[in-house]
């Protein structure tokens, strides 16, 4: 008669499955756990009153018909401070203590004016020094914008801070919010 | 020969260690499940506040746009982000005519004025702001039409969320510019999702 198997699992074994399942964990845990991070640094990305204050801006460039140069070897022009884009060339007059007066109110840390189709302002902007962390973050977000239907000549990129005061846990703390929108800013 | 067959059973012991064990597991797991159950109740509260924001920022913000620039109210004798009390509630009231001269053919209706209150609860009974509303309200041809937005009651299809109340309301002109900075206060959320920021010229050029 055939003898039964009372022996169970050897250690050897049991081991051997633990640190497979335990391996199985640690890939899922590490796949998974940076999309929590990245919905939540999205929730800060075209909010509707950061859309509403671009427009703003795309208003004031408009109205005053204000032109940067850009070209397809230079798709686009990083300023790193409402101050730089204010005082740039492409200001002339009253133009730069208006914008430097809307700037504040809009609290702008940083703005970019690029092409339309952002496609090559993703290579340009890739570990450039002068692009803040959270812009890059931002724009290789977006999609490319290949289709111009109404053929605007030109994109602005703004970076907005604004103080959340948590009553409940971290107290006041800065958040920065992103939003971008067409504009002809070109020839 | 033929293995003697273990009909012993658990013992007291062994039992009451796995009773134990297992007690430990469904403990911990009624937490997380509890944590897990009020998680999902605040991110409920997250986006009725979120979308609640939105509708109101979207109504003031495109009547404004709709008006295509603004008169300097103060020259016609209208007030201008005034702050008062009433009773035990703190009124701040935003007025703003629209340059009538202007022309706006993507709206259906030319607006004459727009009239913001917004009220402010000073005191909530049990979590129940039910003083806590924005009353919004444009002038067209000698009509006042108007839109309440409660933060509590339901009767404008709006959501209902308990606690949910104003902490802080600013509003000025100033340099040609109307900014309205007002944020909604959750005490599981605080107001990260609940800033109404507001920046509009008064006058269409800049």
């Known amino acids: 008669m055939k003898k039964i198997n009372n022996k169970g699992f050897a250690l050897v074994e049991t081991l051997i499955v633990s640190v497979f399942v335990l391996g199985i964990f640690t890939l899922i845990y590490t796949n998974f756990y940076p999309l929590i991070g990245e919905y939540e640094k999205r929730e800060n990305y075209d909010a509707i009153e950061s859309v509403?204050?671009?427009?703003?801006?795309?208003?004031?460039?408009?109205?005053?018909?204000?032109?940067?140069?850009?070209?397809?070897?230079?798709?686009?022009?990083?300023?790193?401070?409402?101050?730089?884009?204010?005082?740039?060339?492409?200001?002339?007059?009253?133009?730069?203590?208006?914008?430097?007066?809307?700037m504040n109110k809009l609290r702008v840390?940083?703005?970019?004016?690029?092409?339309?189709?952002?496609?090559?302002?993703?290579?340009?902007?890739?570990?450039?020094?002068?692009?803040?962390?959270?812009?890059?973050?931002?724009?290789?977000?977006?999609?490319?914008?290949?289709?111009?239907?109404?053929?605007?000549?030109?994109?602005?990129?703004?970076k907005y801070k604004e103080t959340v005061d948590e009553e409940s846990s971290e107290g006041k703390y800065d958040v920065y919010k992103y939003a971008t929108l067409g504009v002809d800013l070109y020839d | 020969m033929i293995k003697k067959l273990n009909n012993k059973g658990l013992t007291a012991i062994e039992i009451l260690i796995c009773f134990s064990i297992v007690m430990v597991i469904v403990m911990s797991m009624f937490k997380v499940i509890t944590n897990q159950k009020d998680k999902q109740t605040i991110e409920s509260y997250k986006n009725e506040v979120i979308t609640l924001k939105n509708t109101m920022m979207k109504q003031i913000e495109s009547d404004i746009e709709a008006g295509n620039g603004l008169k300097n109210s103060s020259t016609l004798?209208?007030?201008?982000?005034?702050?008062?009390?009433?009773?035990?509630?703190?009124i701040i009231t935003a007025?703003?005519?629209?340059?009538?001269?202007?022309?706006?053919?993507?709206?259906?209706?030319?607006?004459?004025?727009?009239?913001?209150?917004?009220?402010?609860d000073t005191d909530c009974n049990e979590g129940n702001c039910l003083n806590n509303y924005i009353e919004y309200s444009y002038l067209y041809k000698d009509n006042m039409y108007s839109r309440v937005y409660s933060l509590y009651t339901q009767k404008f299809e709006l959501p209902k969320i308990p606690n949910l109340k104003f902490n802080f309301i600013n509003c000025r002109i100033q340099d040609k510019y109307i900014e309205l900075?007002?944020?909604?206060?959750?005490?599981?959320?605080?107001?990260?999702?609940?800033?109404?920021?507001?920046?509009?010229?008064i006058e269409l050029g800049f």
């Not at chain 1, 109205?63 to 005082?87: G, L």
């Not at chain 1, 570990?127 to 812009?135: D, I, K, P």
């Not at chain 2, 007025?95 to 209150?117: A, D, H, L, R, W």
């Open chain 2, 77 to 90: 004798g209208a007030t201008v982000c005034s702050e008062g009390v009433e009773e035990d509630k703190q």
């Open chain 1, 109 to 158: 840390s940083e703005i970019l004016v690029a092409t339309y189709d952002i496609t090559n302002v993703k290579y340009k902007i890739d570990n450039n020094n002068n692009c803040s962390e959270g812009m890059e973050s931002y724009v290789k977000s977006l999609p490319n914008y290949k289709n111009n239907l109404y053929n605007i000549k030109g994109r602005i990129i703004v």
């Open chain 2, 95 to 120: 007025m703003m005519i629209f340059n009538q001269s202007i022309t706006v053919p993507e709206v259906s209706y030319p607006i004459e004025g727009v009239n913001i209150k917004i009220y402010k």
């Open chain 1, 52 to 102: 509403y204050k671009t427009n703003v801006i795309k208003r004031f460039i408009e109205y005053n018909n204000i032109k940067f140069n850009i070209t397809t070897t230079n798709p686009v022009i990083i300023f790193q401070s409402s101050e730089s884009f204010c005082n740039s060339s492409s200001m002339v007059g009253s133009q730069k203590t208006n914008c430097q007066l809307l």
């Open chain 2, 181 to 201: 900075y007002a944020g909604l206060n959750h005490p599981d959320l605080g107001n990260k999702y609940s800033i109404i920021d507001l920046v509009e010229p």
